[in-house]
């Protein structure tokens, strides 16, 4: 993985100092909070409904075990005991005293982490897929394009203040696991018929207020443009993007006024200024970059393993968990292994300290000391023998990270939501829980199969609810706290915008609501159907009809049953 070099420390440090001194300003009184406020979000610290809350950033998701243990000493020195992992590959504190803030920064700068850049009108972290170097169905690895994307967007004068956040994800596999569709620049990596490589690039996607797919505004570009090519479209964006009304400022607003064949025309005439700068990569500087990102040092193990074999037939417990959390290797004798951080009971992507740190020593004895952040808020060992994958299994069932539930009904991706999040309009933790606690029988999971539910507490869609192929938004209805449902949502290669299936519901509704969306995909799905096909093929209206076909009964806390 990535190491800091002399710049990188340097800026880091003389951030902390600067961060430490304007803090101690604050505390003092020197500074309004008004005047501390962009100086705190610069350094990833918002002010949330009962403390502040800090977001640390996770480069493309990937972590050594030293940073991990980094995160499990913040969390018990500085929080409540967990961190949060977030849609963004992030981690965040939410109960961080703001004194103290200036030391955190100081111990993650002692790790070559920092906040930089998480909060802001700026480019914020670069994601990618958590299978990166691993995947089967990879064509390039994407992180080295990640990493120097990265270090361009740090600190860059000209985009530290743009119109409105801005968020790139690059992916280098056949399949799409970075939701490139759903941000403001994605890159796809692509040969071209000379065997070249260089990218597809999407812009103008993004979820909020307008759930926007992106648009393809260059279908190859060389990878030695990457970074004049993407200077062009912030230089339009920045230029031209709305600054009146923050609900129309994110690029996908000027994107589909200008219509996308005039943004792309307008990104062209002003590449055409920088397209041979020094911004171009060299190959000599990509290959300084990718030799951080070199292979470790895999054993030639047989492709199957006659004493794994045995325990995957002796043990149905064991097989339903490979075939949920385990993921192929592009090496022979290794898997990729998801740790399920959606044990029922549990909030959607916590991790408490002693979680932390046990995953650090896990990643130190069977996976090169490194641990990938998903953006469905999951962690990955991404190089585990196949040969003691029972025996990581047997460990990990013991700290409640083997839940067999990966891409399954509660496998549910949530926002931190009402809990904490200023913003927020209604809870999302405690409707995860309400509809895992209603569906915890791993048997019906299966028998449903694959099914991506996501709930936002609010419009600014941090549970990616719009590509959920179940998704829930919390509304506010007169002062309390309801759920918008839509369906239809996907992420990945056949990314689409779910659609609303009617009006809101209360949160005691929203179990037999998602029951009874289930009931009508049982009862039409055709053959090994997914949801989101029959969804698809059907339409709204065969679930919309049954969901408010009659009044939903709930239980109220006496025990006694109503009807809302």
């Not at 990718?290 to 054993?299: G, L, N, R, V, W």
Request: proline share 4%; hydrophobic share 40%.
């Amino acid at each position: 993985m990535y190491r800091y070099d002399g710049y990188d420390r340097q800026i880091v440090k003389e951030r902390v100092a600067q961060y430490r001194d304007q803090v101690r300003r604050r505390l003092s009184g020197e500074l309004t909070e008004d005047e501390f406020r962009p100086l705190r979000l610069q350094n990833g610290l918002y002010m949330q409904r009962h403390a502040y809350m800090l977001r640390i950033a996770v480069p493309y998701g990937l972590l050594s075990s030293l940073q991990v243990r980094t995160f499990a000493n913040i969390a018990r020195r500085y929080d409540r005991g967990y961190g949060h992992f977030t849609t963004r590959q992030n981690i965040q504190f939410n109960w961080i005293n703001l004194e103290d803030t200036p030391n955190i920064l100081a111990d993650l700068a002692a790790v070559e982490m920092h906040a930089i850049q998480t909060s802001g009108n700026c480019v914020r972290n670069i994601t990618s897929d958590e299978f990166a170097g691993v995947a089967a169905d990879e064509l390039i690895d994407p992180r080295p394009y990640a990493e120097i994307l990265r270090q361009w967007s740090t600190f860059h004068p000209e985009f530290a203040y743009l119109p409105r956040k801005f968020k790139i994800a690059i992916n280098g596999a056949a399949e799409d696991r970075a939701a490139v569709a759903v941000h403001d620049i994605g890159l796809h990596i692509v040969r071209n018929e000379a065997g070249e490589i260089g990218f597809r690039v999407m812009v103008g996607g993004g979820m909020g207020r307008t759930p926007i797919l992106s648009s393809e505004i260059r279908a190859f570009l060389p990878w030695q443009h990457m970074m004049t090519y993407i200077e062009a479209i912030l230089r339009v964006y920045n230029q031209y993007g709305r600054r009146d009304n923050i609900y129309k400022a994110r690029i996908k607003i000027l994107v589909k006024a200008l219509g996308i064949e005039e943004f792309a025309r307008q990104v062209e005439e002003e590449w055409q200024h920088i397209k041979d700068t020094p911004g171009t990569l060299t190959q000599e500087e990509f290959q300084r970059v990718a030799a951080y990102f070199t292979p470790p040092a895999y054993e030639t193990l047989p492709a199957e393993d006659k004493q794994f074999e045995q325990h995957k037939a002796e043990s149905k417990a064991f097989a339903n968990w490979l075939k949920r959390n385990v993921h192929p290797h592009k090496v022979p004798g290794y898997a990729a292994v998801v740790l399920s951080l959606k044990k029922t009971g549990t909030p959607p992507g916590d991790a408490t300290a002693a979680q932390l740190d046990f995953v650090a020593d896990l990643s130190e004895r069977y996976s090169f000391g490194e641990v990938r952040v998903t953006h469905e808020q999951n962690l990955v060992l991404a190089d585990v023998k196949q040969a003691v994958l029972f025996e990581l299994w047997q460990e990990i069932k013991a700290q409640g990270l083997a839940t067999p539930n990966i891409g399954l009904l509660t496998d549910i991706v949530c926002c931190p939501g009402g809990d904490f999040c200023s913003l927020a309009n209604a809870k999302s933790i405690p409707i995860a829980a309400a509809i895992a606690d209603r569906f915890d029988d791993l048997d019906f999971q299966h028998e449903i199969g694959e099914i991506d539910l996501n709930i936002s507490g609010c419009i600014n869609a941090c549970g990616h609810h719009h590509v959920g192929n179940i998704g829930v938004l919390g509304v506010d209805k007169d002062g309390t706290e309801w759920y918008q449902v839509s369906i239809g949502g996907s992420q990945g290669n056949e990314a689409a915008i779910g659609k609303i299936i009617g009006p809101s519901f209360s949160a005691q509704q929203m179990p037999e609501v998602i029951d009874r969306l289930l009931q009508v995909y049982l009862r039409e799905r055709i053959e090994d159907e997914r949801f989101i096909d029959t969804v698809q093929r059907l339409g709204v209206p065969p679930f919309k009809e049954h969901v408010y076909a009659s009044e939903i009964k709930v239980a109220l806390p006496t025990g006694e049953d109503a009807y809302a």
